[in-house]
């Protein structure tokens, strides 16, 4: 089976720049997590959708960040503008339900470099 | 509110010897645990879980887990390392008073000496 899939896998934009993020999950996953890793540290949930209806964004910094799930399936999330600080690997992960007993599947992840 | 520490930020054994990661966590309801693996540029696998069944755990590439109520602790061990091993662990937890979201340790780069 196919894995997620992320595009693109670097990018580098300067700040004050827009950028967007695509997220193809695995298919049939009804949930989708957007993660942001800082180096060295571990990944911070942004945003988690159930099929295309969003379950949690308690942690998305809403007043730049933004992000969709249309028809439940691809995932799209935007930086606008970008901050120095917003350097990080964005990590798309999906899980067939929502659930502890449910794992979680990463795809590569995002390199976002902002100058 | 449930936290996970990793004690390390970086840890060393030599090709053949024992690995233990160290992973502590607080939670006021019954946990539920993971150990994930990142390898270089990619993204995170899971290597075992704990859901309230048996408490020594047993995951992919030789690795197991025990859980420890009592310790609050969920250790990785594995009994030989490999040069394959070296990547980063990363331990979290889940539970129902968290919408079992993952809450996530800050990792654990583990470098293996040939």
């Known amino acids: 089976e196919a894995g997620v899939a992320q595009s693109p896998r670097y990018k580098i934009i300067e700040k004050r720049q827009s950028v967007a993020f695509w997220c193809n999950p695995i298919?049939?996953?009804?949930?989708l997590y957007w993660y942001q890793q800082i180096l060295g540290q571990g990944p911070k949930l942004l945003i988690q959708?159930?099929?295309?209806?969003?379950?949690?964004d308690s942690q998305l910094p809403k007043d730049r960040f933004s992000a969709e799930r249309l028809k439940g399936v691809d995932s799209t999330l935007k930086i606008q503008p970008a901050k120095l600080e917003d350097s990080a690997v964005y990590l798309c992960?999906?899980?067939?339900?929502?659930?502890?007993?449910?794992?979680?599947?990463f795809g590569p992840g995002t390199r976002l470099t902002v100058t | 509110a449930q936290s996970v520490t990793q004690l390390g930020s970086h840890v060393s054994v030599s090709e053949g010897a024992l690995v233990l990661l160290r992973c502590n966590y607080s939670?006021?309801?019954?946990?539920?645990l993971f150990w994930y693996v990142q390898y270089p540029n990619q993204g995170l696998q899971l290597l075992l879980k704990?859901?309230?069944?048996a408490t020594l755990v047993k995951g992919i590439n030789g690795f197991e887990a025990e859980f420890k109520k009592s310790e609050t602790s969920f250790h990785l061990t594995k009994p030989s390392a490999h040069m394959s091993d070296a990547a980063e662990y990363f331990c979290?937890?889940?539970?129902?008073?968290?919408?079992?979201?993952?809450?996530w340790g800050a990792g654990t780069k583990l470098i293996i000496k040939p």
């Open positions: 979290a937890v889940s539970t129902a008073d968290s919408n079992y979201q993952l809450i």
């Open positions: 992960a999906s899980s067939l339900v929502r659930g502890y007993n449910y794992e979680q599947y």
């Open positions: 704990y859901t309230s069944a």
């Open positions: 939670s006021s309801v019954p946990p539920y």
């Open positions: 298919s049939g996953h009804a949930t």
């Open positions: 959708f159930q099929n295309n209806g969003v379950v949690d």
